[in-house]
């Protein structure tokens, strides 16, 4: 007896999955406003209809079934707002309007009462008296006002998860490519020669990726794991190595100099378009007796790194002559500035020099033998033989390889150095920018991506622009004049720097008040403002209001007692999120006396990924939507509706009753309403988007953004995901919700699914899959290539393929070596004279090791930083001689917020639970 077939009569609603960076598409399908039914999308293509026992258990945030059998509304969802008084014991419900009415009073009390308009003699409109932490759960339009509402409060301690998980990956890549993120996307990984997990367990951590690592595999490729413990992954794999915990460099030092002394780099690759070459000054140096760079200032605890830099030659300055690229100077409406010129370096292509990078690198890792690296590492000799002639065959111009790497790179106290290390390797081998390679940053959260790229974090702003700081950047002249290079994509910063404030402030951005410029919050460089310093902070009496947005830093930050007992001391606190976490309800831990405890908690009752729309960046940069598909349960709102209403009622304030510097908060353009005077997040995402300020037609692409106030841009990076113009209401006719599974390529690059910032580039820097000549190492993973007479191309450059005729009409430019535009040398650099704990990636033990360090004199880096109080005890090697490294289990995510809410996914995984060996046991 047949039943009746459940999606009959239902509607389909496309939504992302809300865990892991995958960015797996779902389909709810809904009937009479119930979810029905929520499964993965067939036609996407990064999950191709599958999820994993996550993303399948997605409809049980809103509906239980009970023991009897009975569907449920969940008891644990909060759908009306709450507040808990100081000393007590016990949520009171409170009403939205009373809601936002108090919290409104509470953070103008707090800013009024704590702000600093001067440093150093500069302007800095600074409260620091009030912190936001979130959040990579919300969409980026979402994400964007998170920001925009601290900032304009005069915050600037902002975070989110990025600086737990990957915030190590963007500054060990971004200087040595220019960018911070993962250079390919899920979907080439099959197209690699090679693959190599280390620090990741992407089987059980982004399962989805596994189905990618076994295309590949099936067509022949080699699978490495390397990782401390037996993991799912290395269970699948070719090649399993361990590693002893925090000896990664010494790993990655060993294949680097297993490939320089063994000839097996791509040579044309690596002095085409790396800084292999350039000279560096010739005072630079290693000491390893003493484990220090040159230039160690013991007083000051930091390096001087005037050694570390180029040798230059010529000075090449800004050319703002008519039709070149830096004419927009002269424009009216752009404020005057200092235009910087460039100092080229010097180069040695026969590589004789004993200055030049590469023989600088080749006696830097010297040190790093096969022998002491497996003494350091723990790996097997033989083992490790095997892994490095794997991995190092890749440098053959036709090979590529990929690695896949997660927080077993990044959660050290050398996180960045380990993820330039691997940046170095690849580089070696012609494994960036070339289909099947890359470093690929497997991203936790599904949109730590997309809430990095809008600046939900104190060091920049949207677009990877720089936040300013009060020493460096004291007014917007300055700012462009240290900003800029009068080359490359540094020449065009100050427009998007310009148009974001343009966005910002709206008509009131002017020339004349430096589009208001000064109302930004500057950052002091004597202060640290991320996360771990916030809660000190907080400790110290100094932050005293606190915004979580879908954060539970109780249950996941470092030594969470410590910052319940910060918590403790804020005079309020503001959460938002689906369920009552453990940092909204921190008194009422077992150690704590909420009688005691004085902080006025609000619990805002927000939308599931399903209750609202808008847009999300999964960690291959594919920018999609997520559509409605049922009305908020109970009083929810939106995170874009709290922030909104919130907001407007602050500026109201501020309006009536003045205050402190009310500028920087009335001043705010925050009219995001569609033409029916409704609130819209569509009207968030033109706003990111960028626009035309007089006509408000959307760009097309960020090469129309302009310095004189013309144009305005949230993020110049996504220009181009939403610019149908004829149809700006609706979403499903913009780029990022574009579903063509066509693949002319054969490559999975899906040009016409989605869209991927920048300029819909699947693949970074894919200049450098084809050699000076614009020839493909590889015919058959051609991304792009110079036919003699134009590029033809699979994917969209990722460097300067056509510029414009003084008429207006496009040419073609030949086939140079800038394959890393994003850097001002337009080369990657293998010898990275940005990083502050030196320029090459140097094994130093961890803080905790028992051992001494074999490679050089100095146990640990001299540059470990303690956010907390030097007195803070930390134990000694002899108290704690065991290492222990947490993970992540494919059922569960992050701090569980989510699926310890989930019944069929806690019976799966009921408890958390500790691996130990045998012996340990014993
Ligand atoms: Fe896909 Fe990751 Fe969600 Fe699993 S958790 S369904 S792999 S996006």
Known sequence: QPYPWKLSNTQEFYNICCYCSGGCGTICSVSDGKLVNLEGDPDHPCNIGGLCPKGAGLAGFRKIITKNRQEIDHPYRITRPRVRRPGSTEWEEISWAQAIEEMAHAIKKTRDENYTPYEDGVVVNRCDAIASFGAAQLNNEECYLAQKFARSLGCVQIDNQTRVCHSSTVSGLAPTFGRGSMTSHWSDIQNADVIMTIGSNNVECHPLSSRWVHKAVDKGAKWIVVDPRFNRSAAQADIYSKIRPGTDIAFFGGLINYILSNKLYQKDYVLSFTNASYLLNPNYKFNPEDGLFEGWDAKKGAYDTHTWQYQTEEVVPWNSDPGQPGAWINAPGVPKFNPPSLKVPKKDKSLKDPNCVLNVMQRHYARYTPETVCKVTGIDPEVLEEVYSTYASSGAPEKTATILYALGQTQHHNGSQNCRAMCVVQLLLGNVGVAGGGINALRGEPNVQGSTDLAVSSPDAPGYLAWPIAQRHPNLSTWMATEAYPDGFYINKPKFMISLLKEWYGDNAQLENDYCFDLFPKRSAKK????????????????????????????????????????????????????????????????????????????????????????????????????????????????????????????????????????????????????????????????????????????????????????????????????????????????????????????????????????????????????????????????????????????????????????????????????????????????????????????????????????????????????????????????????????????????????????????TQPSPFVEVSQELAK
Not at 607 to 618: I, P
Request: glycine share 6%; aromatic share 12%; charged share 25%.
């Open 528 to 907: 640290n403002d991320t996360t771990m310093a916030t809660f000190y902070g907080m400790n110290d009496y100094i932050c005293k209001g606190y915004l979580v947005w879908g954060m539970n830093p109780c249950h996941c930050s470092a030594n969470a007692k410590f910052v319940r007992n910060a918590m403790a001391k804020l005079d309020w606190m503001i959460v938002a999120d689906w369920y009552e976490t453990e940092t909204a309800s921190f008194w009422k831990a077992p150690d704590m006396d909420p009688t005691q405890i004085q902080t006025t908690v609000y619990l805002l009752p927000a939308a599931l990924l399903y209750e609202k729309e808008g847009s999300l960046v999964n960690s291959g940069r594919w920018i999609q939507w997520r559509q409605k598909a049922l009305e908020p349960a109970g009083q929810a709102l939106s995170d874009f509706e709290i922030l909104t209403k919130l907001f407007n009622r602050i500026q109201q304030l501020y309006r009536k009753e003045g205050g402190v510097n009310p500028d920087q908060v009335t001043k705010v353009n925050w009219d995001y309403r569609n033409p029916e005077g409704k609130l819209d997040v569509k009207a968030v995402s033109q706003a990111l988007n960028g626009y035309d300020c007089k006509t408000k037609r959307l760009v097309n692409t960020f090469s129309e953004l302009q310095g004189d106030g013309s144009t305005a841009s949230g993020i110049w990076i996504y220009a181009g995901y939403y610019n149908n113009n004829e149809a700006r209401w609706d979403p499903m006719e913009q780029p990022m919700t574009r579903r063509s599974k066509e693949d002319p390529s054969g490559l999975g690059l899906y040009l016409g699914w989605s869209f991927a910032w920048p300029a819909n580039r699947r693949v970074l820097y894919n200049r450098a899959s084809a050699d000076v000549k614009g020839k493909p190492w590889n015919k058959d993973k051609m991304l792009v290539s110079w036919d003699g007479k134009k590029w033809v191309n699979n994917d969209v450059p990722d460097f300067v393929a056509t510029s414009k005729n003084p008429d207006g009409s496009v040419k073609q430019v030949p086939p140079n070596n800038k394959a890393f535009m994003m850097t001002w040398e337009q080369n990657a650099r293998l010898f990275a004279y940005p990083m502050k704990d030196g320029p090459l990636p140097e094994h130093y033990e961890p803080f905790e090791s028992p051992t001494k360090n074999l490679l050089n004199g100095r146990g640990t880096s001299p540059l470990i930083l303690f956010a907390d109080k030097p007195q803070a005890k930390r134990g000694t090697k002899e108290e704690f001689p065991i290492v222990a490294t947490s993970y992540s289990l494919t059922e569960h995510w992050q701090s569980g917020t989510q699926t310890r809410n989930v019944p069929w996914i806690v019976q």
